[in-house]
């Protein structure tokens, strides 16, 4: 087995772009949608967001053509980290390391 994730989603607000070490990091959200229906019959409409990491080129392309509302497709790995916040409580971050993406729609 191996860590892959692919995940389709529209980007949730502007990708943010810093340079860390001389190398471009992006950092976004998507979101996915998923649909099953309750036990009365009625369609639910069931929405789940994700944190996006992209390194290196991957990031300069999304610095460039990826923006709010834009439809893109990514595989990567999923990955866990934790961190200090500024009052010294931890705090634990689920995201995906981008390795691949695919611009979807216009």
Not at 31 to 55: C, L, M, P, S
Request: glycine fraction near 8%; proline fraction near 1%.
């Amino acid at each position: 087995m191996k860590n892959k994730v692919q995940l389709i989603g529209h980007v949730g607000q502007e990708p943010e772009v810093k340079t860390v070490n001389n190398k471009k990091v992006a950092t976004l959200t998507i979101a996915t949608n998923d649909f099953y229906f309750n036990e009365k019959g009625d369609k639910v409409e069931q929405t789940e967001w994700h944190r996006i990491t992209a390194w290196g080129k991957t990031a300069e392309v999304i610095e460039k053509y990826v923006t709010k509302g834009k439809e893109i497709a990514v595989e990567g790995k999923l990955t866990h980290r934790s961190y200090d916040d500024k009052d010294g409580i931890k705090r634990y971050v689920t995201e995906i390391l981008v390795l691949e993406l695919l611009l979807l729609g216009k």
